[in-house]
Nanobody
Framework: QVQLVESGGGLVQAGGSLRLSCAVS????????MGWFRQAPGKEREIQAA????????RFADSVKGRFTISRDNAKNTVYLQMNSLTPEDTAVYYC????????????????????WGQGTQVTVSS
């Protein structure tokens, strides 16, 4: 019954920034660990950032570490991905995902742990 809707994607020049949002409905947001994934054409979907239920644990893919930040506001039922210093290699469809999680478990880094997925939002970075 959980639904996730991403927004905030678009076209941006290299070096620019975007903030993606994931609106959560149909469930209690704080019950779920959250992740952001991306999939470029012809490539597998890969996790880029993850956050635990309360936000105390986060993890980032090496390629985005230091540039991307994941955060959440459970009161607003929203999870964010702040993307800075974007490069053309960041071009992809970005998906948010939710995982049923035990209280205070670390951020999940395994794709199979995620139970619910959004439809994705396109991010295109021009050179």
């Amino acid at each position: 019954q959980v639904q996730l809707v991403e927004s905030g994607g678009g076209l941006v020049q290299a070096g620019g920034s975007l903030r993606l949002s994931c609106a959560v409905s149909g469930g209690i947001t704080s019950n779920y660990a959250m992740g952001w994934f991306r999939q470029a054409p012809g490539k597998e979907r890969e996790i880029q950032a993850a956050i635990s239920r309360r936000g105390y644990s986060t993890r980032f893919a090496d390629s985005v570490k230091g540039r991307f930040t994941i955060s959440r506001d459970n009161a607003k039922n929203t999870v964010y991905l702040q993307m800075n210093s974007l490069t053309p290699e960041d071009t992809a469809v970005y998906y948010c995902a939710a995982a049923r999680a035990m209280y205070d478990e670390p951020a999940y880094w395994t794709q199979s742990r995620y139970d619910y997925w959004g439809q994705g939002t396109q991010v295109t970075v021009s050179s």
